[in-house]
């Protein structure tokens, strides 16, 4: 009883890993903003539109982009951007209804 038990515990440990490896790679490099970027948000007045702006200041390639959280609206998210070191590009939104909550950078190696 005790061989079959741990038969399936290695079997179930082996699935796992091999479901964890064959997600996509992109998604392993993404990551919020850390030292290699300056990155910063401002909404306008009426609070409807939202305006973002990375800059690379890191040693390598990245793609930055930014998901405008709307309020009740739906959220909207811009495409990505590829920022070579010491470039800097930025992206907006307007948001209905409510307007913009918040403003979310994601950032992958290259």
Request: hydrophobic share 45%.
């Amino acid at each position: 009883m005790r061989s079959k038990l741990r038969a399936l515990t290695v079997g179930a440990l082996l699935l796992a890993g091999t479901v964890l490896q064959a997600a996509p790679a992109q998604a392993a490099l993404m990551r919020p903003p850390g030292s290699g970027e300056s990155c910063t948000y401002s909404v306008s007045a009426d609070g409807k539109t939202g305006k973002g702006i990375c800059k690379n200041v890191g040693d390598h390639m990245i793609e930055v982009k930014f998901i405008f959280v709307c309020g009740w609206a739906l959220d909207l998210e811009s495409p990505w951007l590829a920022l070579a070191p010491g470039e800097s590009d930025g992206a907006h939104a307007t948001c209905g209804g409510s307007g913009v909550g918040s403003i979310i950078a994601e950032v992958r190696d290259l």
